[in-house]
């Protein structure tokens, strides 16, 4: 007996069969049930989902002996003969070579007549989107107003390409692309029975190529089973499919997004010198790109179709480099797909299109500096660096107080704002002296053990580890007149009239991001709190009612806090006429 392709053999004969088509089949099944049958169909959906597998089933179901039935027996003359395509009341036309009008007016005056033996006449157009408008008009009259023993399935590709007055005389189902799990599950069930020796990585890499096509996917088994005489490595299957390995969509996501252009150029050039094709790559980096999206989101990494390691790996890059930069590289690519696409250049095209998406992080810096923000490293896309101890023979290391102070420190005090600065200095000379204590304490130091602290120190240090984590609020602390530790807690003393520091501070956000900046500046788990100021620190500016009762605003506040501003006026509009 001749060969039989997989794709012509495992085709469904029932709706038992249908892959992934779940909403269609009982549709299909409780209209045959109740006999509710409709003059017309119109099954929609990309290519290879079943849409004219299911038009077959469906007239057997209607023409069977012991039917019309949920499902065709495929064991009576009628079943048989529609299966083989002999059937003289089943027509199957292939719309894209019968679109003439003359040839529509010759089909619709033969089926005025009724069928030969069957119980209906059953006509499958396929591809109807291909019809000439002159054709659809000839044919629609007769799908209007059928004959009762006769049935019109429309399969398409393009339901939009379908004029509205069609339509809306059918019923009409979205047949939709099968997930890749299902398609796994059923090239595994079509391995056991071929005697195909096939991995499970091997059988995802092949559903995922498939694209969502029953069809195309067992199509893509056929050939690799014959390559592999029966056995279908991994190495195999990527390289006839064109895959790609995961490590390398890793390493050109972590390059991109940590802005290093000139790992970028080394993963571009290797897709080059071996030959890869760059279309199909830059597909399926998107694809890549989209999952460590919905990581960034919060999303579960073991609904992702990738191996649990390589998942956990994406979810720590991807969550690491924050959600709106993941966004802003997808964005970028998204636009550039269609150059990549079309051009006759696609390896060049590709090139620049990642080398442009490195260059985020730094577009990334120049906004928060034109919105009046400070870059700090975790903008540049790197962790920040531990502070260095100079080494005894450094020449800086004059002294023992030399060597404990942090690298740190004199950059934190440079940043501090003269207000702050003013404040640290007129503090009473007793309270610096009896609450002294060494600048660098452990980070499990407890917090009874830090009874008292003013080293002035303490205020740019804490000023630093805030502004790290939310620049606005920095701000708002550089206004206060003093910070202080005593008896264990943290002492903010804000200055007199100063309301926006304590609307920033009753916001949960800023509260949880002090609460971890006092941790790393005073190496130690404390307790704070806010306090008014000495009115003869700062003269006491009382604000206008005004400007009191739009700061009080939450819309306000908002913006101020967002923007990094202060209300200096209030001016209200004139009254419209």
């Given at each position: 007996?001749?060969?039989?392709?997989?794709?012509?053999?495992?085709?469904?004969?029932?709706?038992?069969?249908?892959?992934?088509?779940?909403?269609?089949?009982?549709?299909?099944?409780?209209?045959?049930?109740?006999?509710?049958?409709?003059?017309?169909?119109?099954?929609?959906?990309i290519r290879g989902v079943g849409k004219t597998t299911a038009a077959r089933v469906l007239a057997k179901a209607l023409n069977c002996e012991k039917g019309p039935a949920a499902d065709p027996c495929n064991e009576c003359r009628p079943c048989l003969e529609?299966?083989?395509?002999?059937?003289?009341?089943?027509?199957?036309?292939?719309a894209a070579t019968y679109s003439k009008v003359e040839q529509v007016r010759e089909l619709t005056e033969s089926l005025r007549y009724g069928p030969a033996r069957d119980r209906y006449k059953v006509v499958v157009l396929d591809e109807v989107h291909r019809l000439s408008r002159q054709a659809f008009d000839a044919l629609l009259k007769i799908?209007?107003?059928?004959?009762?023993?006769?049935?019109?399935?429309?399969?398409?590709?393009?339901?939009?390409?379908?004029p509205a007055t069609i339509l809306s005389r059918c019923q009409e189902f979205r047949f939709r692309r099968v997930s890749v799990p299902t398609l796994a599950s059923h090239l595994e069930e079509i391995c056991r029975n071929e005697s195909i020796?096939?991995?499970?990585?091997?059988?995802?890499?092949?559903?995922?190529?498939?694209?969502?096509?029953?069809?195309?996917?067992v199509a893509l088994l056929d050939q690799l089973a014959t390559y592999g005489g029966g056995t279908i490595a991994d190495e195999d299957a990527a390289h006839l499919l064109g895959g790609y390995d995961i490590e390398l969509f890793h390493a050109l996501l972590a390059a991109i997004l940590g802005g290093r252009s000139d790992e970028v150029a080394q993963i571009a050039g290797t897709v080059e010198r071996e030959g890869l094709d760059p279309r199909q790559l830059f597909t399926r980096f998107l694809g890549y790109a989209r999952d460590a999206l919905h990581l960034a989101m919060g999303g579960d990494a073991a609904k992702l179709e990738l191996p649990g390691e390589e998942a956990a790996r994406l979810a720590a890059l991807s969550r690491g480099s924050g959600y709106e930069n993941v966004l802003r590289v997808l964005h970028q690519l998204l636009n550039i797909e269609p150059l990549v696409r079309r051009s006759e250049v696609p390896g060049l095209v590709l090139e620049i299109a990642l080398l442009r998406?490195?260059?985020?992080?730094?577009?990334?810096?120049?906004?928060?500096?034109?919105?009046?923000?400070?870059?700090?490293?975790?903008?540049?896309?790197?962790?920040?660096?531990?502070?260095?101890?100079?080494?005894?023979?450094?020449?800086?290391?004059?002294?023992?107080?030399?060597?404990?102070?942090?690298?740190?420190?004199?950059?934190?005090?440079?940043?501090?704002?003269?207000?702050?600065?003013?404040?640290?200095?007129?503090?009473?000379?007793?309270?610096?002296?009896?609450?002294?204590?060494?600048?660098?304490?452990?980070?499990?130091?407890?917090?009874?053990?830090?009874?008292?602290?003013?080293?002035?120190?303490?205020?740019?240090?804490?000023?630093?580890?805030?502004?790290?984590?939310?620049?606005?609020?920095?701000?708002?602390?550089?206004?206060?007149?003093?910070?202080?530790?005593?008896?264990?807690?943290?002492?903010?003393?804000?200055?007199?009239?100063?309301?926006?520091?304590?609307a920033a501070l009753e916001r949960a956000p800023n509260r949880a991001a002090l609460d971890e900046a006092i941790t790393e500046a005073c190496g130690a788990r404390l307790r704070w709190r806010l306090l008014d100021g000495d009115a003869a620190a700062r003269p006491k500016v009382e604000p206008a009612p005004a400007v009191a009762a739009a700061a009080a605003d939450p819309a306000v506040q908002a913006v101020l806090d967002i923007f990094g501003g202060s209300i200096a006026a209030v001016e209200r509009s004139a009254p419209e006429e």
């Open positions: 007996m001749a060969y039989q392709a997989l794709a012509r053999k495992w085709r469904p004969q029932d709706f038992a069969s249908l892959i992934g088509q779940e909403p269609v089949v009982t549709a299909l099944r409780n209209a045959l049930v109740e006999g509710r049958i409709a003059q017309a169909y119109l099954f929609a959906g529609i299966t083989q395509g002999a059937d003289l009341d089943v027509l199957e036309v292939d799908v209007e107003e059928p004959p009762p023993h006769l049935v019109f399935i429309f399969a398409t590709t393009e339901a939009e390409a379908v020796t096939a991995s499970p990585s091997a059988l995802r890499l092949i559903a995922r190529a498939g694209e969502g096509s029953v069809r195309d996917s998406a490195a260059e985020l992080p730094k577009l990334q810096r120049i906004e928060e500096l034109l919105g009046g923000g400070v870059v700090t490293a975790r903008a540049r896309g790197s962790a920040p660096s531990a502070p260095s101890t100079p080494s005894p023979s450094d020449p800086r290391t004059t002294s023992p107080a030399a060597i404990a102070e942090p690298a740190t420190t004199k950059q934190a005090t440079s940043m501090a704002t003269p207000a702050m600065r003013t404040a640290t200095a007129a503090a009473p000379a007793s309270i610096a002296a009896s609450e002294s204590v060494a600048p660098n304490v452990a980070a499990d130091t407890p917090a009874a053990a830090i009874a008292s602290r003013d080293d002035g120190e303490l205020a740019p240090r804490l000023l630093q580890a805030v502004e790290r984590r939310r620049q606005v609020l920095a701000a708002h602390l550089a206004e206060a007149q003093r910070m202080v530790v005593v008896d264990g807690e943290l002492r903010i003393y804000r200055a007199p009239g100063d309301q926006v520091l304590a």
